[in-house]
């Protein structure tokens, strides 16, 4: 079992900055992929971003040179450093936490982007 709390949301400018913070406790953390999802009004839940339990990452491009997540083993912690941002990238960013069949998911935090 994981608990996930997300962490860093807020109202921004376009073309402002923000960094989400996902706190992890219950598990190893270290062993599991973690990601960041968003899910703007009316629309399915997408990947923004993923790292491996090894370090690799993966982004869309949507959010590709724009966005960058990183982990600390170390404190249980999964980053996503936002810069650049756009209206369009407003929505509930969720924190997820996955190994084999298991999914752990966060209770979300707001990011708006408007001026």
């Known amino acids: 079992q994981v608990q996930l709390v997300e962490s860093g949301g807020g109202l921004v400018q376009p073309g402002g900055s923000l960094r989400l913070s996902c706190a992890a406790s219950?598990?190893?953390?270290?062993?599991?992929?973690m990601g960041w999802y968003r899910q703007a009004p009316g629309k399915q839940r997408e990947l923004v971003a993923a790292?491996?339990?090894?370090?690799?990452?993966n982004y869309p491009d949507s959010v590709k040179g724009r966005f960058t997540i990183s982990r600390d083993n170390a404190k249980n912690t999964v980053y996503l450093q936002m810069n650049s941002l756009k209206p369009e990238d407003t929505a509930v960013y969720y924190c997820?936490?996955?190994?084999?069949?298991?999914?752990?998911w966060g209770q979300g935090t707001q990011v708006t982007v408007s001026s």
């Open positions: 790292i491996t339990s090894g370090g690799r990452k």
């Open positions: 219950g598990s190893i953390f270290s062993i599991y992929a």
């Open positions: 997820n936490a996955a190994i084999q069949a298991l999914s752990y």
